[in-house]
């Protein structure tokens, strides 16, 4: 008897679990690649809920101004709704998505703005988790490297999708490079080239630093030739900091770890190689540091990775063709061990903000638009900025025709290397810290080790206003998300 009911109970088992798996495949919206469900899953939302003439609209980063419309042009075709957009520079879009906690008004449905927004703005309540829609759209990221797929997430749950393989690189001069090879091999027994660590980019930048009028390699310098260049500003130099750090900013209990002999040498290491840049580069941005690049007056450049294909393209560029890409190089990490990291510096993606009127819609733009197709289309686009970032990108024609096999093969290893930049609220305020203190060593007013205590301590009193015990978690749960490839420290 007891057999007789242990088999109906399995049975009946058996018969929920395959009724369930029926429902549950039945919720997935048909279509046999990622765009098509999402097509499939707009038009199905459209008519359930008997929309005419569905419009919605996107808060868009101005970059992306001249090459994101013909894709909202497409869309509408595809599913009828009339995609608008409203376009800010990407530095005012995080005050109007926290402006838009408070006004609750929907005006925006979806929002395109980089990873580092979404622990403030989740924590606003601006975003809409994207699970639920997820498990209809069935959207695909395989090919993207895990410290790159880990900024989609926060705290467990989806709010993000990339479409930008943003994480810095480190270009060099191939033409000066072949003209000084004999005798920098001479100086320093190997060929120039990608240097194996920051010491040696460094070691390049002395060695190429030459002053204007001067005659070297058979080449004459009518303008001065600087060592380096990179982003030295505030509100930039954070974004390449973790390059040198070579390891995380804080322990498992949020003791910020800058004020360790480790930290003390990232520092001096991001400082010392500025005297070997422009002047003026503390004061500096992209629009000043892209045409400096392509005038052809910096041996090397530390960079997103569009500034090479700004390079090749640009009709007032001296260095098209005359450029090699290399990975960010390595430092020594509080481990002892040689590692390479590269931050994902800014990295374009798309968010549903949760006072929509219609998230779910708007998910379907995101899934469709950041497909492993749609996306190749949108990362081959002459007029756009999307940078490689899915392992599709290597064989892809009109993505190599764009960005260079070279380029493709070379950000495609560094992806390896990509680290997320700090996910956790008040990330912003962290950084600010830390640029300023910076600043003022590279200015010379004063010391590494002071700054890393100036850092400590402001960064201590951060998390304290925040909620020590919330940023512990919040933390814990970025770092074992993968995002930053690095693990915590055993402690005994």
């Not at 809920?49 to 869309?75: A, C, D, E, G, V």
């Not at 810095?168 to 190997?190: C, H, N, Q, T």
């Not at 005659?215 to 990179?230: C, E, I, N, S, V």
């Amino acid at each position: 008897m007891k057999r007789i009911i242990l088999a109906t109970l399995i049975l009946m088992g058996v018969t929920v679990f395959a009724a369930s798996t029926a429902i549950a495949a039945m919720m997935v919206h048909p279509g046999k690649t990622v765009e098509e469900r999402a097509i499939n899953g707009a038009k199905a939302y459209i008519k359930k809920h008997n929309l005419k003439n569905p419009k919605q609209t996107m808060l868009l980063i101005s970059l992306f101004k001249n090459s994101q419309p013909k894709y909202l042009r497409q869309w509408k075709k595809l599913t009828s709704v009339d995609m608008g957009s409203i376009q800010y520079g990407y530095t005012d879009i995080p005050a109007k998505i926290m402006a838009e906690a408070v006004a609750k008004t929907g005006q925006y449905d979806v929002i395109n703005h980089f990873p580092y927004v979404i622990p403030d703005a989740v924590g606003a309540g601006t975003l809409q988790p994207l699970d639920a829609y997820m498990a209809k759209g069935k959207p695909d990221f395989t090919g993207i490297d895990s410290g790159l797929l880990a900024q989609q997430s926060y705290k467990g749950k989806t709010y993000w999708f990339i479409l930008d393989g943003d994480h810095i690189a480190l270009f060099l001069r191939s033409d000066v490079m072949k003209a000084a090879a004999k005798e920098y091999k001479a100086k320093f027994g190997k060929a120039p080239g990608c240097p194996d660590t920051m010491a040696e980019w460094e070691q390049m930048a002395k060695f190429f630093h030459t002053k204007k009028g001067q005659t070297r390699w058979g080449m004459k310098f009518d303008q001065p030739l600087y060592g380096a260049q990179a982003y030295r500003s505030i509100n930039f130099s954070y974004r390449h900091f973790p390059a040198y750090m070579g390891g995380l900013l804080f322990d498992k209990n949020m003791k910020p770890l800058i004020n360790t002999p480790n930290g003390i040498r990232a520092i001096k290491e991001f400082t010392s190689i500025v005297k070997y840049m422009p002047p003026d580069v503390q004061g500096w941005g992209t629009p000043q540091l892209y045409p400096h690049w392509g005038s052809g007056r910096a041996f090397s450049f530390m960079s997103f990775p569009s500034a090479m294909g700004y390079a090749n393209r640009n009709p007032k560029s001296k260095i098209s063709g005359k450029q090699l890409a290399c990975p960010v190089p390595a430092v020594k990490g509080a481990s002892g061990k040689m590692v390479r990291r590269a931050p994902q510096a800014a990295g374009t993606g798309y968010m549903v903000n949760a006072h929509s009127k219609h998230p779910e819609l708007a998910y379907y733009f995101i899934q469709w638009f950041t497909g492993p197709t749609q996306g190749d289309i949108a990362i081959a686009d002459p007029a756009g900025f999307w940078d490689p970032m899915r392992m599709s990108n290597l064989t892809n024609k009109a993505v190599l025709a764009k960005h260079t096999e070279p380029f493709v093969k070379m950000t495609m290893k560094n992806a390896k290397n990509a680290i997320s930049l700090l996910m956790i609220e008040g990330n912003y305020e962290y950084f600010n810290v830390l640029d300023k203190n910076m600043a003022q060593v590279m200015q010379g007013n004063i010391s590494a080790e002071q700054a890393a205590k100036n850092v400590e301590k402001g960064w201590n009193n951060i998390t304290d206003d925040i909620g020590r015990k919330e940023q512990i978690a919040a933390w814990r749960a970025s770092v074992a998300s993968g995002a930053y490839i690095d693990k915590f420290a055993p402690t005994n």
